[in-house]
Antibody, heavy 118, light 110 residues
Framework: EVQLVESGGGLVQPGGSLRLSCVTSGFTFSNFDIHWVRQAPGKGLEWVSGIGSAGDAYYAASVQGRFTISRENAKNTLYLQMSSLRVGDTAVYYC????????????WGLGTMVTVSS | QSVLTQPPSASGTPGQRVTISCSGSRSNIGSEYVYWYQQFPGTAPKMIIYRSDQRPLGVPDRFSGSKSGTSASLAISGLRSEDEADYYCTTWDASLGAWVFGGGTKLTVL
């Protein structure tokens, strides 16, 4: 069974840092692009960042320069290092991937909540 | 302000057909596939349409997708109470080099 389990969320002050993890199982992690998508409370979905199987990373303009995505294939784990956090970064952060080349984001984790507040 | 524009709300009565639109531009919908997601409160989204008009296994054929030019649509026929949810479109934007989502449409079954 495919599973994505996010962790690392919590309460952080504006300007602070946090690292999210997404531990995966049930598929060959190293073969797939994988992404972070977030959802602010009561708001819509927002793609944050993605990383290809070759390690190429790409970011939404809203987080470029502040967030860093990475992957550790030996541990089947995706990371999101978040720095210079803003109140507007408050959201549930999901990791997600497309299980075939035809799909965009069809497999999702349950998400981890990040709250940026003083 | 989302790159893709969806109506914030839609509604219909059981059995009706409703359509949700998603408007973009040449750099996104105009040149890429569109994907649709259904989301219930407190849960992760579920993909219900891929590659603009394809249904994943297990998604009822009451759901259909289409694309024309720089716009896409999700149609739900034979509306049921369990279809009440939020619906999102997404696609790749070649100019931005990023995935973009619509703002979401809250579907109410009256």
């Amino acid at each position: 069974e495919v599973q994505l389990v996010e962790s690392g969320g919590g309460l952080v002050q504006p300007g602070g840092s946090l690292r999210l993890s997404c531990v995966t199982s049930g598929f060959t992690f190293s073969n797939f692009d994988i992404h972070w998508v977030r959802q602010a409370p009561g708001k819509g979905l927002e793609w944050v960042s993605g990383i290809g199987s070759a390690g190429d990373a790409y970011y939404a303009a809203s987080v470029q320069g502040r967030f860093t995505i990475s992957r550790e294939n030996a541990k089947n784990t995706l990371y999101l290092q978040m720095s210079s956090l803003r109140v507007g970064d408050t959201a549930v952060y999901y990791c997600s991937y497309g299980s075939t080349t035809s799909f965009a984001f069809d497999i999702w984790g349950l998400g981890t909540m990040v709250t940026v507040s003083s | 302000q989302s790159v893709l524009t969806q109506p914030p709300s839609a509604s219909g009565t059981p059995g009706q057909r409703v359509t949700i639109s998603c408007s973009g531009s040449r750099s996104n919908i105009g040149s890429e596939y569109v994907y649709w997601y259904q989301q219930f409160p407190g849960t992760a989204p579920k993909m219900i349409i891929y590659r603009s008009d394809q249904r994943p296994l297990g998604v009822p054929d009451r759901f259909s997708g289409s694309k024309s030019g720089t716009s896409a649509s999700l149609a739900i026929s034979g509306l049921r109470s369990e279809d009440e949810a939020d619906y999102y479109c997404t696609t790749w934007d070649a100019s931005l080099g990023a995935w973009v989502f619509g703002g979401g449409t809250k579907l109410t079954v009256l």
